[in-house]
Protein backbone atom coordinates (compact mmCIF):
# COMPACT_ATOMS: atom_id res chain seq x y z
CA UNK A 1 0.00 0.00 0.00
CA UNK A 2 1.62 3.64 -0.80
CA UNK A 3 0.96 5.86 2.23
CA UNK A 4 0.01 8.47 0.23
CA UNK A 5 -3.67 6.60 -0.09
CA UNK A 6 -3.45 6.12 3.73
CA UNK A 7 -7.17 7.55 5.12
CA UNK A 8 -5.29 9.44 8.30
CA UNK A 9 -3.36 11.97 8.92
CA UNK A 10 -0.11 12.18 11.21
CA UNK A 11 1.46 15.10 13.02
CA UNK A 12 3.67 16.16 15.53
CA UNK A 13 2.47 17.94 18.56
CA UNK A 14 0.82 15.96 21.78
CA UNK A 15 -2.74 16.29 21.74
CA UNK A 16 -3.65 18.09 25.44
CA UNK A 17 -6.05 15.69 25.81
CA UNK A 18 -4.11 12.44 26.37
CA UNK A 19 -2.89 11.43 29.71
CA UNK A 20 -0.64 8.44 28.62
CA UNK A 21 2.08 7.88 25.81
CA UNK A 22 -0.01 5.19 24.00
CA UNK A 23 -2.97 7.13 23.67
CA UNK A 24 -1.33 10.31 21.94
CA UNK A 25 0.89 7.91 19.94
CA UNK A 26 -2.15 6.71 18.51
CA UNK A 27 -3.85 9.40 17.82
CA UNK A 28 -0.80 11.37 16.13
CA UNK A 29 0.05 8.38 14.21
CA UNK A 30 -3.37 8.06 12.97
CA UNK A 31 -4.40 5.33 14.88
CA UNK A 32 -8.01 6.31 15.86
CA UNK A 33 -10.22 9.73 16.28
CA UNK A 34 -12.12 10.65 19.01
CA UNK A 35 -16.00 10.38 18.18
CA UNK A 36 -17.77 10.73 21.63
CA UNK A 37 -16.59 9.48 25.38
CA UNK A 38 -15.37 6.81 25.75
CA UNK A 39 -15.95 5.51 22.02
CA UNK A 40 -13.17 5.83 18.83
CA UNK A 41 -13.30 5.04 15.60
CA UNK A 42 -10.27 2.96 13.87
CA UNK A 43 -8.04 3.96 11.11
CA UNK A 44 -6.71 1.33 8.67
CA UNK A 45 -3.04 0.57 10.80
CA UNK A 46 -5.55 0.10 14.60
CA UNK A 47 -7.45 -2.43 12.25
CA UNK A 48 -4.40 -3.69 10.95
CA UNK A 49 -3.00 -4.21 14.39
CA UNK A 50 -6.40 -5.41 16.05
CA UNK A 51 -6.65 -8.10 12.72
CA UNK A 52 -3.46 -9.61 13.52
CA UNK A 53 -3.94 -9.64 17.12
CA UNK A 54 -7.81 -10.96 16.51
CA UNK A 55 -5.42 -13.94 15.26
CA UNK A 56 -3.26 -15.23 17.59
CA UNK A 57 -6.22 -15.00 19.92
CA UNK A 58 -8.41 -17.33 17.02
CA UNK A 59 -5.45 -20.04 16.98
CA UNK A 60 -5.03 -20.12 20.66
CA UNK A 61 -9.01 -20.44 21.42
CA UNK A 62 -9.35 -23.29 19.08
CA UNK A 63 -5.95 -25.02 19.74
CA UNK A 64 -7.79 -25.50 23.13
CA UNK A 65 -11.21 -26.57 21.30
CA UNK A 66 -12.80 -23.22 21.52
CA UNK A 67 -15.59 -23.16 18.63
CA UNK A 68 -15.80 -19.18 17.34
CA UNK A 69 -19.84 -18.20 17.44
CA UNK A 70 -21.29 -14.44 17.52
CA UNK A 71 -23.94 -13.26 19.80
CA UNK A 72 -26.02 -10.43 19.01
CA UNK A 73 -24.79 -6.73 20.44
CA UNK A 74 -28.44 -5.76 20.93
CA UNK A 75 -30.48 -8.21 23.53
CA UNK A 76 -33.95 -8.76 24.92
CA UNK A 77 -33.98 -7.43 28.93
CA UNK A 78 -35.76 -11.05 29.77
CA UNK A 79 -32.50 -12.77 29.00
CA UNK A 80 -31.08 -10.15 31.54
CA UNK A 81 -33.84 -10.65 33.81
CA UNK A 82 -33.32 -14.65 34.05
CA UNK A 83 -29.88 -14.55 35.31
CA UNK A 84 -31.60 -11.67 37.89
CA UNK A 85 -28.58 -9.21 36.76
CA UNK A 86 -30.72 -6.57 34.83
CA UNK A 87 -31.59 -5.35 38.10
CA UNK A 88 -28.59 -5.88 40.14
CA UNK A 89 -25.65 -4.58 37.54
CA UNK A 90 -25.79 -0.72 37.72
CA UNK A 91 -25.88 1.95 35.44
CA UNK A 92 -22.78 0.92 33.13
CA UNK A 93 -26.06 -1.66 31.65
CA UNK A 94 -27.21 0.55 28.93
CA UNK A 95 -31.04 -0.31 28.68
CA UNK A 96 -33.45 1.23 26.08
CA UNK A 97 -36.56 0.31 24.02
CA UNK A 98 -36.85 -0.50 20.56
CA UNK A 99 -39.99 0.93 18.76
CA UNK A 100 -42.23 -1.76 19.73
CA UNK A 101 -41.51 -0.39 23.18
CA UNK A 102 -40.06 -3.90 24.37
CA UNK A 103 -36.83 -3.76 26.61
CA UNK A 104 -33.70 -4.33 25.30
CA UNK A 105 -29.92 -3.80 26.64
CA UNK A 106 -26.69 -3.72 24.88
CA UNK A 107 -24.34 -6.04 25.57
CA UNK A 108 -21.21 -5.65 28.11
CA UNK A 109 -20.81 -9.30 28.17
CA UNK A 110 -22.47 -12.41 27.42
CA UNK A 111 -23.33 -14.45 29.97
CA UNK A 112 -27.20 -14.81 29.26
CA UNK A 113 -26.45 -15.05 25.51
CA UNK A 114 -24.09 -18.12 25.87
CA UNK A 115 -26.39 -19.83 28.21
CA UNK A 116 -29.43 -19.12 25.77
CA UNK A 117 -27.52 -20.20 22.71
CA UNK A 118 -26.44 -23.98 24.25
CA UNK A 119 -28.68 -24.82 26.81
CA UNK A 120 -30.99 -26.44 24.66
CA UNK A 121 -28.02 -28.60 22.86
CA UNK A 122 -26.37 -29.23 26.43
CA UNK A 123 -29.41 -31.19 27.59
CA UNK A 124 -27.13 -34.83 27.77
CA UNK A 125 -23.81 -35.12 29.27
CA UNK A 126 -22.17 -36.57 26.25
CA UNK A 127 -22.41 -32.85 24.65
CA UNK A 128 -19.82 -31.77 27.48
CA UNK A 129 -17.42 -30.63 27.40
CA UNK A 130 -17.10 -28.03 25.04
CA UNK A 131 -16.06 -24.09 24.80
CA UNK A 132 -17.62 -21.18 22.68
CA UNK A 133 -15.95 -17.67 21.99
CA UNK A 134 -16.95 -14.61 20.10
CA UNK A 135 -15.18 -11.36 18.79
CA UNK A 136 -17.61 -8.96 19.02
CA UNK A 137 -18.64 -5.22 20.12
CA UNK A 138 -19.67 -4.53 23.74
CA UNK A 139 -20.81 -1.59 25.41
CA UNK A 140 -20.43 -0.76 28.67
CA UNK A 141 -21.32 3.01 29.80
CA UNK A 142 -18.29 3.77 32.14
CA UNK A 143 -18.50 6.46 33.82
CA UNK A 144 -15.23 7.61 33.65
CA UNK A 145 -13.54 6.66 29.85
CA UNK A 146 -9.81 7.75 30.22
CA UNK A 147 -6.39 7.18 28.52
CA UNK A 148 -7.72 6.37 24.99
CA UNK A 149 -8.79 2.78 24.54
CA UNK A 150 -7.47 1.29 27.42
CA UNK A 151 -10.80 2.61 29.07
CA UNK A 152 -13.61 2.80 26.73
CA UNK A 153 -17.34 2.43 26.12
CA UNK A 154 -17.69 0.80 23.18
CA UNK A 155 -15.18 -2.03 22.26
CA UNK A 156 -14.05 -5.16 20.82
CA UNK A 157 -13.80 -7.78 23.24
CA UNK A 158 -12.62 -11.74 23.34
CA UNK A 159 -15.05 -13.74 25.48
CA UNK A 160 -15.16 -17.24 25.73
CA UNK A 161 -17.44 -19.62 27.70
CA UNK A 162 -16.66 -23.00 29.07
CA UNK A 163 -19.53 -25.53 30.28
CA UNK A 164 -18.28 -28.85 31.94
CA UNK A 165 -20.19 -31.33 34.04
CA UNK A 166 -17.83 -30.85 37.35
CA UNK A 167 -15.93 -28.09 39.14
CA UNK A 168 -12.89 -30.62 38.72
CA UNK A 169 -13.28 -30.67 34.72
CA UNK A 170 -13.43 -26.79 34.43
CA UNK A 171 -10.68 -26.16 36.65
CA UNK A 172 -8.66 -28.25 34.61
CA UNK A 173 -10.32 -26.68 31.62
CA UNK A 174 -9.49 -23.44 33.19
CA UNK A 175 -5.96 -24.03 33.72
CA UNK A 176 -5.57 -24.73 29.40
CA UNK A 177 -6.95 -21.11 29.08
CA UNK A 178 -4.27 -19.76 31.72
CA UNK A 179 -1.58 -20.71 29.80
CA UNK A 180 -3.15 -19.88 26.47
CA UNK A 181 -3.96 -16.53 27.94
CA UNK A 182 0.27 -16.69 28.75
CA UNK A 183 0.63 -17.17 24.88
CA UNK A 184 -1.57 -14.81 23.69
CA UNK A 185 0.32 -12.41 25.95
CA UNK A 186 3.80 -13.48 24.82
CA UNK A 187 3.39 -13.93 20.88
CA UNK A 188 1.45 -10.52 21.05
CA UNK A 189 4.94 -9.03 22.34
CA UNK A 190 3.66 -8.38 26.20
CA UNK A 191 5.37 -11.71 27.62
CA UNK A 192 6.08 -9.26 31.19
CA UNK A 193 2.17 -9.55 31.80
CA UNK A 194 1.42 -11.16 35.34
CA UNK A 195 -1.60 -13.11 36.69
CA UNK A 196 -3.04 -11.64 39.86
CA UNK A 197 -5.88 -13.28 41.62
CA UNK A 198 -8.46 -10.34 41.09
CA UNK A 199 -12.79 -9.98 42.42
CA UNK A 200 -15.19 -11.28 40.61
CA UNK A 201 -17.60 -8.38 40.48
CA UNK A 202 -20.54 -8.41 38.65
CA UNK A 203 -19.51 -11.93 36.71
CA UNK A 204 -19.71 -13.97 40.17
CA UNK A 205 -17.88 -16.70 40.42
CA UNK A 206 -15.45 -18.25 43.40
CA UNK A 207 -12.22 -17.78 41.16
CA UNK A 208 -11.08 -15.02 39.15
CA UNK A 209 -7.57 -13.90 37.54
CA UNK A 210 -6.72 -11.00 35.78
CA UNK A 211 -3.91 -10.74 33.47
CA UNK A 212 -1.51 -7.59 34.05
CA UNK A 213 0.76 -5.07 32.23
CA UNK A 214 2.42 -3.22 35.28
CA UNK A 215 3.14 0.10 34.15
CA UNK A 216 2.72 3.46 35.57
CA UNK A 217 0.46 4.31 33.14
CA UNK A 218 -1.98 1.68 34.37
CA UNK A 219 -5.22 2.40 36.04
CA UNK A 220 -5.10 -0.74 38.59
CA UNK A 221 -3.09 -0.97 41.38
CA UNK A 222 -1.66 -4.32 42.14
CA UNK A 223 0.04 -5.84 45.04
CA UNK A 224 2.87 -7.71 45.07
CA UNK A 225 4.90 -9.38 47.83
CA UNK A 226 8.94 -8.78 47.02
CA UNK A 227 9.61 -12.01 49.22
CA UNK A 228 7.30 -15.07 48.35
CA UNK A 229 5.90 -13.79 45.44
CA UNK A 230 2.00 -13.14 46.10
CA UNK A 231 0.07 -10.92 43.30
CA UNK A 232 -3.66 -9.82 43.42
CA UNK A 233 -5.45 -7.00 42.75
CA UNK A 234 -5.67 -4.36 45.27
CA UNK A 235 -9.56 -5.12 45.15
CA UNK A 236 -9.36 -8.82 46.29
CA UNK A 237 -5.65 -8.31 48.41
CA UNK A 238 -6.67 -9.13 52.07
CA UNK A 239 -5.63 -6.13 54.34
CA UNK A 240 -4.43 -7.47 57.46
CA UNK A 241 -3.66 -5.44 60.41
CA UNK A 242 -2.07 -6.34 63.69
CA UNK A 243 -2.72 -4.10 66.88
CA UNK A 244 -0.40 -4.05 69.63
CA UNK A 245 -2.14 -4.12 72.81
CA UNK A 246 -1.52 -1.66 75.71
CA UNK A 247 -3.05 -0.47 78.95
CA UNK A 248 -6.47 0.65 78.14
CA UNK A 249 -6.97 4.60 79.03
CA UNK A 250 -10.28 6.07 80.34
CA UNK A 251 -12.70 7.53 77.20
CA UNK A 252 -13.16 11.24 77.28
CA UNK A 253 -15.09 13.47 75.28
CA UNK A 254 -13.47 16.35 74.03
CA UNK A 255 -14.06 19.94 72.70
CA UNK A 256 -12.97 20.05 68.97
CA UNK A 257 -14.31 22.95 67.53
CA UNK A 258 -14.37 23.29 63.60
CA UNK A 259 -12.52 20.32 63.00
CA UNK A 260 -14.28 17.78 60.78
CA UNK A 261 -11.25 15.78 58.61
CA UNK A 262 -9.02 12.45 60.50
CA UNK A 263 -5.80 14.92 59.86
CA UNK A 264 -7.53 17.99 61.34
CA UNK A 265 -8.11 15.60 64.54
CA UNK A 266 -5.37 14.17 64.53
CA UNK A 267 -3.24 17.66 64.61
CA UNK A 268 -5.84 18.97 67.42
CA UNK A 269 -5.22 15.54 69.45
CA UNK A 270 -1.35 15.44 68.78
CA UNK A 271 -2.10 11.31 67.96
CA UNK A 272 -1.20 9.51 64.88
CA UNK A 273 -3.64 8.46 61.93
CA UNK A 274 -2.90 5.02 63.17
CA UNK A 275 -4.60 5.83 66.83
CA UNK A 276 -7.45 7.15 65.14
CA UNK A 277 -10.78 5.53 64.66
CA UNK A 278 -12.42 7.46 61.12
CA UNK A 279 -16.41 6.82 59.61
CA UNK A 280 -16.43 6.56 56.36
CA UNK A 281 -20.14 6.91 55.04
CA UNK A 282 -22.25 5.35 51.59
CA UNK A 283 -25.62 4.77 50.77
CA UNK A 284 -27.05 1.28 49.15
CA UNK A 285 -28.05 2.19 45.63
CA UNK A 286 -31.39 -0.44 46.42
CA UNK A 287 -33.34 1.08 48.84
CA UNK A 288 -31.42 3.93 49.57
CA UNK A 289 -30.26 3.12 53.29
CA UNK A 290 -27.54 4.18 55.30
CA UNK A 291 -24.17 2.01 55.50
CA UNK A 292 -21.53 3.76 58.48
CA UNK A 293 -18.39 2.07 57.98
CA UNK A 294 -15.78 2.33 60.92
CA UNK A 295 -11.84 1.79 60.26
CA UNK A 296 -8.64 2.97 61.18
CA UNK A 297 -7.46 6.47 60.03
CA UNK A 298 -4.49 5.43 58.76
CA UNK A 299 -6.46 3.15 55.97
CA UNK A 300 -8.69 3.77 52.96
CA UNK A 301 -11.88 1.99 52.24
CA UNK A 302 -11.82 -0.80 49.94
CA UNK A 303 -15.37 -0.40 48.01
CA UNK A 304 -15.46 -3.74 46.36
CA UNK A 305 -14.77 -5.40 49.32
CA UNK A 306 -17.99 -3.43 50.97
CA UNK A 307 -20.10 -4.03 47.66
CA UNK A 308 -19.83 -7.55 47.73
CA UNK A 309 -20.03 -7.51 51.68
CA UNK A 310 -23.86 -6.24 51.26
CA UNK A 311 -24.32 -7.68 48.12
CA UNK A 312 -25.63 -4.22 46.93
CA UNK A 313 -24.34 -1.29 45.20
CA UNK A 314 -23.14 1.54 47.36
CA UNK A 315 -22.13 5.75 46.75
CA UNK A 316 -21.36 8.68 48.89
CA UNK A 317 -23.76 8.57 51.36
CA UNK A 318 -26.10 12.22 50.90
CA UNK A 319 -26.51 12.69 54.85
CA UNK A 320 -29.43 14.67 55.87
CA UNK A 321 -30.44 16.47 59.27
CA UNK A 322 -32.85 14.09 60.58
CA UNK A 323 -30.65 11.16 59.83
CA UNK A 324 -29.16 11.03 63.17
CA UNK A 325 -24.96 11.14 61.60
CA UNK A 326 -23.16 14.73 62.59
CA UNK A 327 -20.73 14.78 59.41
CA UNK A 328 -16.86 15.19 60.88
CA UNK A 329 -18.25 13.48 64.59
CA UNK A 330 -19.65 9.96 63.72
CA UNK A 331 -17.78 7.27 65.64
CA UNK A 332 -18.98 4.11 67.08
CA UNK A 333 -19.37 4.64 70.76
CA UNK A 334 -23.11 4.96 71.29
CA UNK A 335 -24.11 5.58 68.16
CA UNK A 336 -27.68 5.32 67.17
CA UNK A 337 -29.53 5.35 64.41
CA UNK A 338 -31.44 3.42 61.49
CA UNK A 339 -28.71 2.41 59.14
CA UNK A 340 -25.70 -0.60 58.77
CA UNK A 341 -23.06 -0.63 60.73
CA UNK A 342 -19.85 -2.10 59.84
CA UNK A 343 -16.21 -2.50 61.29
CA UNK A 344 -12.85 -3.41 59.63
CA UNK A 345 -11.09 -5.65 61.00
CA UNK A 346 -7.71 -3.07 61.39
CA UNK A 347 -10.04 -1.88 64.60
CA UNK A 348 -9.62 -5.74 66.04
CA UNK A 349 -8.21 -5.17 69.69
CA UNK A 350 -7.60 -1.56 68.51
CA UNK A 351 -7.81 0.58 72.02
CA UNK A 352 -6.71 4.70 73.32
CA UNK A 353 -7.87 5.57 70.19
CA UNK A 354 -9.98 8.70 69.13
CA UNK A 355 -13.44 8.68 67.15
CA UNK A 356 -16.15 11.08 66.72
CA UNK A 357 -18.32 11.94 69.72
CA UNK A 358 -21.79 11.51 68.36
CA UNK A 359 -22.49 15.23 68.91
CA UNK A 360 -20.86 18.59 67.15
CA UNK A 361 -17.65 19.95 67.88
CA UNK A 362 -17.20 17.10 69.79
CA UNK A 363 -14.23 13.82 69.52
CA UNK A 364 -14.10 11.00 72.60
CA UNK A 365 -10.29 9.88 73.15
CA UNK A 366 -8.85 6.61 75.06
CA UNK A 367 -11.49 4.36 72.76
CA UNK A 368 -10.88 0.63 73.11
CA UNK A 369 -13.05 -1.37 70.94
CA UNK A 370 -12.91 -4.27 72.83
CA UNK A 371 -14.25 -2.60 76.45
CA UNK A 372 -16.47 -0.09 74.35
CA UNK A 373 -17.51 -1.44 71.47
CA UNK A 374 -17.90 -4.91 72.98
CA UNK A 375 -20.71 -6.06 70.21
CA UNK A 376 -18.68 -5.49 67.45
CA UNK A 377 -18.43 -7.16 64.34
CA UNK A 378 -15.50 -7.19 62.20
CA UNK A 379 -14.72 -7.78 58.52
CA UNK A 380 -12.31 -6.93 56.18
CA UNK A 381 -13.06 -3.60 54.50
CA UNK A 382 -9.93 -1.69 54.03
CA UNK A 383 -7.65 -1.49 50.98
CA UNK A 384 -3.78 -3.27 51.78
CA UNK A 385 -1.01 -0.72 51.85
CA UNK A 386 2.64 0.00 50.44
CA UNK A 387 4.95 -1.78 53.10
CA UNK A 388 1.53 -3.70 54.51
CA UNK A 389 1.66 -7.15 55.60
CA UNK A 390 1.81 -10.12 52.57
CA UNK A 391 -1.73 -12.27 53.04
CA UNK A 392 0.87 -14.98 52.65
CA UNK A 393 3.99 -14.78 53.61
CA UNK A 394 2.92 -12.41 56.55
CA UNK A 395 6.23 -10.63 56.06
CA UNK A 396 5.84 -6.51 55.75
CA UNK A 397 6.73 -6.41 52.12
CA UNK A 398 3.55 -5.61 50.23
CA UNK A 399 4.51 -3.24 47.00
CA UNK A 400 1.96 -1.49 45.12
CA UNK A 401 2.51 -1.28 41.51
CA UNK A 402 0.31 0.13 38.58
CA UNK A 403 -0.98 -1.74 35.71
CA UNK A 404 -3.58 -2.55 33.21
CA UNK A 405 -5.84 -5.34 33.13
CA UNK A 406 -4.89 -7.20 29.53
CA UNK A 407 -7.33 -10.25 30.09
CA UNK A 408 -9.33 -11.97 32.67
CA UNK A 409 -10.69 -15.18 33.29
CA UNK A 410 -13.38 -16.45 35.98
CA UNK A 411 -14.83 -19.32 37.07
CA UNK A 412 -18.54 -19.21 37.44
CA UNK A 413 -19.49 -21.91 38.70
CA UNK A 414 -23.06 -22.38 38.51
CA UNK A 415 -24.45 -18.81 39.15
CA UNK A 416 -25.93 -18.54 35.50
CA UNK A 417 -26.85 -22.09 34.40
CA UNK A 418 -29.23 -22.50 37.78
CA UNK A 419 -30.94 -18.71 37.02
CA UNK A 420 -31.34 -19.64 33.32
CA UNK A 421 -32.25 -23.19 34.04
CA UNK A 422 -29.86 -24.77 32.03
CA UNK A 423 -29.69 -28.60 32.76
CA UNK A 424 -28.26 -31.73 31.52
CA UNK A 425 -29.13 -35.79 32.96
CA UNK A 426 -26.56 -37.40 33.56
CA UNK A 427 -25.64 -41.51 32.95
CA UNK A 428 -28.39 -42.69 35.50
CA UNK A 429 -30.91 -39.46 34.07
CA UNK A 430 -30.39 -37.33 37.04
CA UNK A 431 -30.82 -33.75 36.15
CA UNK A 432 -27.81 -31.22 37.37
CA UNK A 433 -26.42 -28.12 36.50
CA UNK A 434 -23.48 -27.08 34.36
CA UNK A 435 -20.66 -25.71 35.40
CA UNK A 436 -19.55 -22.45 33.84
CA UNK A 437 -15.72 -20.72 32.88
CA UNK A 438 -15.68 -17.59 31.35
CA UNK A 439 -12.71 -15.80 29.54
CA UNK A 440 -11.95 -12.50 28.23
CA UNK A 441 -9.38 -9.75 26.46
CA UNK A 442 -10.33 -6.90 25.17
CA UNK A 443 -8.53 -6.05 21.75
CA UNK A 444 -8.05 -2.31 21.49
CA UNK A 445 -7.16 -2.24 24.99
CA UNK A 446 -4.61 -4.87 24.39
CA UNK A 447 -3.25 -3.15 21.20
CA UNK A 448 -2.85 0.15 23.41
CA UNK A 449 -1.01 -1.85 26.09
CA UNK A 450 1.49 -3.26 23.72
CA UNK A 451 1.96 0.51 22.47
CA UNK A 452 2.40 1.64 26.35
CA UNK A 453 5.08 -1.48 26.91
CA UNK A 454 6.98 -0.56 23.42
CA UNK A 455 7.13 2.45 22.29
CA UNK A 456 10.01 5.57 22.26
CA UNK A 457 9.75 9.09 22.21
CA UNK A 458 8.96 8.90 18.72
CA UNK A 459 6.42 6.97 18.26
CA UNK A 460 5.18 2.77 18.88
CA UNK A 461 7.70 0.11 18.32
CA UNK A 462 5.39 -2.75 17.45
CA UNK A 463 6.76 -6.48 17.65
CA UNK A 464 6.43 -7.57 14.63
CA UNK A 465 4.14 -10.21 15.11
CA UNK A 466 1.11 -7.30 15.64
CA UNK A 467 2.43 -4.89 13.46
CA UNK A 468 0.52 -3.08 10.68
CA UNK A 469 3.02 -3.70 7.99
CA UNK A 470 6.16 -5.24 7.96
CA UNK A 471 8.23 -2.89 6.22
CA UNK A 472 8.03 0.57 5.76
CA UNK A 473 9.79 1.11 2.01
CA UNK A 474 11.16 4.96 2.20
CA UNK A 475 11.93 6.27 -1.39
CA UNK A 476 13.85 9.82 -0.26
CA UNK A 477 13.65 12.37 -3.26
CA UNK A 478 11.25 10.65 -5.77
CA UNK A 479 12.28 13.50 -8.27
CA UNK A 480 15.30 11.42 -8.67
CA UNK A 481 14.70 9.06 -11.30
CA UNK A 482 16.91 6.33 -10.41
CA UNK A 483 16.24 6.57 -7.13
CA UNK A 484 12.22 6.08 -8.33
CA UNK A 485 12.37 3.26 -10.78
CA UNK A 486 14.72 1.19 -7.76
CA UNK A 487 12.00 1.78 -5.52
CA UNK A 488 9.27 1.25 -7.51
CA UNK A 489 10.75 -2.02 -8.43
CA UNK A 490 11.57 -3.17 -5.27
CA UNK A 491 8.13 -2.00 -3.91
CA UNK A 492 6.59 -4.34 -6.82
CA UNK A 493 9.21 -7.71 -5.87
CA UNK A 494 8.26 -7.00 -2.46
CA UNK A 495 4.45 -7.62 -2.65
CA UNK A 496 4.86 -10.19 -5.02
CA UNK A 497 6.88 -12.20 -2.61
CA UNK A 498 3.85 -11.94 0.13
CA UNK A 499 5.20 -9.31 2.40
CA UNK A 500 3.21 -6.44 3.36
CA UNK A 501 4.86 -2.76 2.54
CA UNK A 502 3.62 0.32 3.06
CA UNK A 503 5.57 2.45 0.83
CA UNK A 504 6.23 6.22 1.04
CA UNK A 505 6.97 8.01 -2.29
CA UNK A 506 5.84 11.05 -1.54
CA UNK A 507 7.71 14.49 -2.24
CA UNK A 508 8.32 15.32 1.17
CA UNK A 509 11.74 15.77 3.28
CA UNK A 510 13.21 12.88 4.51
CA UNK A 511 12.64 14.48 7.92
CA UNK A 512 9.38 14.26 8.07
CA UNK A 513 9.17 11.45 6.28
CA UNK A 514 10.71 9.53 9.29
CA UNK A 515 8.68 11.23 11.25
CA UNK A 516 6.10 9.16 10.11
CA UNK A 517 7.63 6.18 9.44
CA UNK A 518 8.19 6.50 13.20
CA UNK A 519 4.76 7.28 14.63
CA UNK A 520 3.48 3.69 11.80
CA UNK A 521 6.07 1.96 14.28
CA UNK A 522 7.18 -0.83 11.20
CA UNK A 523 9.56 -3.24 12.24
CA UNK A 524 11.62 -3.61 9.18
CA UNK A 525 12.70 0.12 7.38
CA UNK A 526 14.26 0.13 3.92
CA UNK A 527 15.37 3.28 2.32
CA UNK A 528 16.06 4.04 -1.26
CA UNK A 529 18.15 7.48 -1.12
CA UNK A 530 20.75 9.65 -3.66
CA UNK A 531 23.43 9.40 -1.47
CA UNK A 532 22.74 5.40 -0.93
CA UNK A 533 22.24 4.59 -4.70
CA UNK A 534 25.66 6.19 -5.08
CA UNK A 535 27.39 4.06 -3.03
CA UNK A 536 24.87 1.00 -4.68
CA UNK A 537 23.60 0.47 -1.22
CA UNK A 538 20.16 1.08 0.46
CA UNK A 539 20.01 1.42 4.52
CA UNK A 540 17.49 -1.34 6.26
CA UNK A 541 17.54 0.01 10.27
CA UNK A 542 14.84 -1.67 12.47
CA UNK A 543 12.50 0.38 14.56
CA UNK A 544 13.91 -0.36 17.18
CA UNK A 545 17.42 1.02 16.20
CA UNK A 546 19.32 -2.56 17.04
CA UNK A 547 20.07 -2.95 14.07
CA UNK A 548 21.51 -0.78 11.38
CA UNK A 549 22.95 -2.14 7.75
CA UNK A 550 23.66 -0.46 4.74
CA UNK A 551 22.98 -3.58 1.84
CA UNK A 552 24.18 -4.30 -1.78
CA UNK A 553 21.10 -3.33 -3.80
CA UNK A 554 20.96 -6.95 -5.03
CA UNK A 555 20.47 -8.30 -1.61
CA UNK A 556 18.03 -5.29 -0.04
CA UNK A 557 15.29 -8.54 -1.09
CA UNK A 558 17.19 -11.22 0.41
CA UNK A 559 18.18 -8.83 3.91
CA UNK A 560 14.73 -7.63 4.00
CA UNK A 561 13.05 -11.11 4.42
CA UNK A 562 15.98 -12.91 6.23
CA UNK A 563 14.44 -9.75 8.50
CA UNK A 564 10.94 -10.18 8.04
CA UNK A 565 11.40 -13.95 8.83
CA UNK A 566 12.90 -13.21 12.23
CA UNK A 567 16.44 -14.46 11.21
CA UNK A 568 18.91 -11.56 12.57
CA UNK A 569 21.67 -13.08 11.40
CA UNK A 570 23.38 -11.91 8.38
Known amino acids: MKIEKLVGERFKERPSDCSIDSHALMVRGGYMKYVANGIYSQYTPLRRVCRKIEGIIREEMEAIDGQEVQF ?16 SVGSELLRFEDRNESRMVLGMTH ?48 DA ?30 PETIAVASDS ?81 YQKCS ?4 VVLFIRGDLEVNETKVRNWLGDEIRPADITEDSGLHPGYIGPYHLDGDFTVLYDDSLRGGCNLSCGGNTEEHHYTGLCMERDCPDAVYHDFAKIKENGICPECKKHSIKISRGIEVGNIFQLGKKYTESMEMKYLDKEGKEHYPVMGCYGIGIGRLAASVCEAHHDEYGPVWPAA ?26 EEMTNAGIEVIYDDRSISAGVMFSEADLLGVPVRVIVSPRNMKEGCCEIVTRDKRIQKKAALDEVMAVTEALVAGNHAF
Open 72 to 87: PVALPASLWEESGRYD
Open 111 to 158: EEAAVQLVREYGKSYAKYPFMIYQIQTKFRDEARPRAGLIRVREFTMK
Open 161 to 190: YSFHTSQEDMEEYYEKCFRAYERIFERAGI
Open 201 to 281: GMMGGSLSHEFMLLTPAGEDSIAVCEECGYKSNVESAASIIRNESEPFKELSLVYTPDIHTIEEVCEFLKSSREKSCKAVV
Open 287 to 290: DGRL
Open 466 to 491: IAPWQVHLCCVRPDNREVKEYADRLY
